[in-house]
């Protein structure tokens, strides 16, 4: 009789200590911030590849963390934007024309993502954020204006925007659970 009371006792034990475990891990489920703040976001699919390429979010637990994640992942693209705006050499004039523009613009989508992130004010964040989605708004005037709206540029500029689109919602999200 007494090794059943103990087989008993073991059982519950195990049970509890599974049960603590489970309840643990329900707390680290991988992704579990990005996709909750994802389904909040205009284009769930690119918040999710965005945010999942960087390793860091995958037990991500706040906002702030998950912007600097955006804005870090939106900053290399406009570099590679503007790289590769500074690596063309021929084509046609309007284009051309347009290029030098568009690189200054794009120096200036860097610099503003680079800056947001280390605002002291959160509201900043997301003004630099805005600034770097006018910079680009910038660039495809100057396409548009130049005869260029269908080029590569365009393309690229759509892409940026969508990035900027993302961060600054992030940051905006990020801005009103620093206040609350």
């Known amino acids: 009789m007494p090794s059943m009371?103990?087989?008993?006792?073991?059982?519950?034990?195990?049970?509890?200590?599974?049960?603590?475990?489970?309840?643990?891990?329900?707390?680290?489920i991988p992704y579990k911030l990005v996709d909750n703040v994802c389904q909040k976001q205009?284009?769930?699919?690119?918040?999710?590849e965005v945010l999942k390429s960087d390793a860091m979010s995958k037990f991500v637990?706040?906002?702030?963390?998950?912007?600097?994640?955006?804005?870090?992942?939106?900053?290399?693209?406009?570099?590679?934007?503007?790289?590769?705006?500074?690596g063309v050499k021929t084509g046609p004039p309007a284009m051309l024309k347009s290029l030098?523009?568009?690189?200054?613009?794009?120096?200036?989508?860097?610099?503003?993502?680079?800056i947001s992130i280390n605002e002291g004010e959160c509201s900043l964040t997301g003004y630099d954020i805005h600034t770097a989605?006018?910079?680009?708004?910038?660039c495809q005037a100057i396409a548009d204006s130049n005869g260029a709206h269908d080029s590569f540029i365009t393309a690229r500029n759509d892409i940026t925007q969508e990035f900027c689109g993302l961060c600054e919602s992030l940051a905006?999200?990020?801005?009103?659970?620093?206040k609350a």
């Open 5 to 28: 009371s103990l087989s008993k006792i073991v059982l519950v034990y195990a049970f509890t200590i599974v049960s603590v475990i489970a309840m643990l891990n329900a707390e680290n």
């Open 42 to 48: 205009g284009n769930k699919q690119f918040c999710l």
């Open 61 to 86: 637990k706040d906002i702030t963390t998950l912007t600097t994640i955006a804005v870090d992942v939106a900053k290399k693209n406009s570099t590679a934007t503007r790289d590769y705006f500074l």
């Open 100 to 114: 030098k523009g568009c690189i200054t613009s794009y120096n200036n989508v860097i610099v503003n993502f680079k």
């Open 133 to 138: 989605g006018d910079e680009v708004k910038s």
């Open 172 to 178: 905006d999200l990020m801005c009103s659970h620093t």
